[in-house]
């Protein structure tokens, strides 16, 4: 069992990631998705060299810390782009709406039919919300929270690198709804994808992560309700 | 920069504080970054004041990810049974939000007023 310091952890994360993106800018290839790239470079390095995620992680905290205030940094375009984004309040709280009750339903429905466990149906329920929200939805449901955590990055990664083609494809041209949608689906890790569309795309995004996680929060314990009455569960 | 970064830490805090106070569920940098952009709008401070400390995060979010992104590498061993609820609630579903997010607002919205 190896124990690297966390100033390698730190290292290896940059050293990978600045190479991961390179590739991407270079290839310009949607698969080649920094993080899903980062993430599976650096899994591969910790099974191979056998260091446990909990010792990386040491240094991985120090990276993670900068996320909170980075997630306070997305109020400068969100100011900037107040103007035009208020003249669609109630289209933007519409969709976010329509977003959170789809977010949850769509993914309690279909793990309750295929036999999964109530923990299990709790975990999966908040998936689409940031993970701060989404532990606490998770526990209030009788959820496990790092098995909550695993799928909101799982979604997160799924939705930034899948969404901006399956968006094109279907026709959603709209900046705000752009972003919107990929903060919606994915939170922040959509959101980091939507703001290299540019500033709407990236407030909108970082607007519907607020509004997306607070409606969830709220409506999460009726809809799984509701669900697991409609599955005949208990 | 630092003046910037010490900016956004103080909303931060403030963000923290006001979601234990008021008990709403919303992390405090979400509520922190809708309280900087009210600070913003109401003249308190100057954008360039936090400019050069947002761009440098904002450029690089993504990365802030990965540590957290590496720690699915301890679900790789759930059941196959598991797997595959996991799957089934997340990929139509992560689909689903975007059409129905994506589809909604851009219909509401009015053609050449919010950008439709």
Request: proline content about 7%; aromatic content about 6%.
């Amino acid at each position: 069992m190896l124990e690297p310091s966390p100033v390698l952890s730190v290292a290896a994360t940059l050293v990978v990631f600045a190479g991961a993106r390179a590739l991407y800018r270079r290839s310009r290839f949607f698969l080649l998705n920094p993080v899903l790239l980062s993430v599976a470079v650096l899994i591969a390095a910790l099974s191979l060299t056998r260091v446990p995620y909990d010792s990386y992680m040491k240094g991985g905290e120090v990276i993670q810390f900068f996320l909170a205030p980075a997630v306070v940094a997305l109020g400068l375009p969100l100011y900037r782009q107040l103007r035009r984004l208020s003249r669609a309040v109630l289209p933007i709280l519409a969709s976010t709406a329509v977003g959170s009750l789809v977010g949850v339903l769509s993914a309690v429905l279909p793990a309750g039919l295929l036999g999964a466990s109530p923990a299990l149906i709790a975990s999966l329920a908040p998936k689409s919300v940031t993970t701060p929200i989404a532990i606490g939805v998770s526990e209030i449901l009788g959820g496990l929270p790092p098995l909550t955590a695993a799928v909101v990055i799982a979604t997160g990664i799924l939705g930034a690198v899948l969404g901006p083609p399956f968006l094109k494809a279907i026709g959603v041209r709209s900046p705000t709804a752009f972003g919107l949608a990929m903060g919606a689906a994915s939170h922040g890790i959509g959101t980091a994808r939507a703001v290299e569309e540019g500033e709407l795309a990236g407030a909108a995004s970082g607007l519907a992560i607020g509004l997306n996680g607070a409606l969830t929060a709220l409506a999460a314990p009726w809809l799984v309700r509701l669900s697991l009455a409609l599955l005949g569960l208990p | 920069m630092i003046p910037g970064l010490a900016i956004l830490f103080c909303f931060l805090a403030v963000g923290e504080g006001a979601g234990r106070l008021a008990g709403i569920p919303v992390p405090g940098s979400v509520l922190g970054m809708l309280l900087l952009a009210a600070a913003l709008r109401l003249g308190l401070l100057p954008a360039e004041s936090v400019q050069a400390a947002a761009d440098a995060l904002l450029d690089n979010l993504s990365l802030l990810f990965v540590p957290a992104g590496v720690g699915l590498m301890l679900y790789f061993d759930l059941p196959a049974r598991d797997w595959l609820a996991v799957l089934a609630a997340l990929v139509p579903s992560t689909f689903l939000v975007l059409a129905a997010v994506g589809w909604v607002q851009q219909l509401l919205e009015r053609p050449g007023r919010a950008e439709g």
